[in-house]
């Protein structure tokens, strides 16, 4: 069974920084096939991409991002532990949301629950 928990969202001022972590079990060897990414929503309002790091093996893959935290956010994966990082820095209030992790693979997703992030003026 394919499980993701995300940790370390949390409540912090305009440019403060956080770090979110997805942590993904379920798929051991073919994690580093599976691309993987982040979403939020924020209360009320639809979900939206955040970013994405695209799986496969051999290769490094360019890390792709929403326009509004480009700069600012940094997405990576550690392969060996199965886990997903977004690094989020300069933080304002428009990114409180829901942040929640997802991988995917040969059409098929998975998701977990989300990680609050609020960032206050």
């Known amino acids: 069974q394919v499980q993701l928990v995300e940790s370390g969202g949390g409540s912090v001022q305009t440019g403060g920084s956080l770090k979110l972590t997805c942590a993904v079990s379920?798929?051991?060897?073919?994690?580093?096939?599976?691309?993987v990414g982040w979403y939020r929503q924020p209360a009320g309002e639809a979900r939206e991409f955040v970013a994405r790091?695209?799986?496969?093996?051999?290769?490094?893959?360019?890390?792709v991002y929403e326009n509004s935290v480009k700069g600012r956010f940094t997405i990576s994966r550690d392969n060996d532990r199965g886990t997903v990082y977004l690094q989020m820095e300069r933080l304002v209030p428009e990114d409180t949301g829901l942040y929640s992790c997802?991988?995917?693979?040969?059409?098929?997703?998975?998701w977990g629950r989300g990680t609050q992030v609020t960032v206050s003026s």
């Open positions: 997802y991988v995917r693979y040969i059409g098929r997703s998975y």
């Open positions: 790091l695209d799986g496969g093996v051999g290769f490094v893959s360019s890390p």
């Open positions: 379920g798929i051991a060897d073919l994690f580093p096939s599976f691309d």
